[in-house]
């Protein structure tokens, strides 16, 4: 398996290129079908007196989903450690999600009377999380207005080319990136969707019933 390492705001030193060969042999172990995997240091330092640190970021590719992990510590080896235990941690879980599939097999089942999914570890979002959703009641946190100087903190934005597939593989996508919610296309119905993590083991699932913008109203 090929690595990468990209430093941003710190040298990659050699002893440090060896550690993460090292740890690459464990993830290809978990993960015999991984092409690449991109290790990113970044170092920051901070103005306040708050204690410099140092972010690993892993992007593991291949043949199959993309799976990410990062982790932050004042000293970039454990960094690197916390980083490489989250991504064999997630590898793990989708290992034995696929074993149990493959065990257990079982399909979707939808009731149309009650709105119920049977036959895989969903629950349907509320009446209210809809109505939220739809009418844009999305709670702010404005902060104290009076305070000179405010600004709204600023918010990163990314884009994604669309990508049609089903609940159940929207949700193991998600536990890949260990991410609390995933952004696809329903196959089954052509509607933008998300999966989003619930307490415990459960997961949710929110869907735009429309991809057409409404049409404007005269004033």
Known sequence: ??????????????????VVEDKAAR????APRAQRVDVKVTHR????????????????TGKGPIVRA???DGDKFTAL????????????????????ARNHPRGAKLDKGSGAIQGIDLQPASVDVLRA???GEIPIITGNEEEEGYTPVVIRTKEFEPEWMSVEEAVDRMELVGHDFFL?????????????????????VISLTTQAAPEAVAS
Request: proline share 1%.
């Open 1 to 18: 398996m090929e690595t990468s390492i990209v430093g941003v705001g710190v040298g990659i030193t050699d002893r440090f290129r060896s």
């Open 27 to 30: 993830i290809e172990h978990l």
């Open 45 to 60: 330092a901070y103005h306040n007196g708050r204690v410099e640190d140092d972010t690993v970021e892993l992007t593991l």
């Open 70 to 72: 990062e982790a932050t």
């Open 81 to 100: 450690d916390l980083a490489v235990d989250k991504l064999c941690e997630q590898l793990r879980r989708a290992k034995d999600k696929r074993v149990d």
């Open 133 to 135: 959703v739809a009418t």
């Open 184 to 204: 696809f296309v329903d196959a089954r119905t052509d509607h933008p969707s998300v999966v989003y993590r619930r307490k415990g083991w459960d997961y949710g």
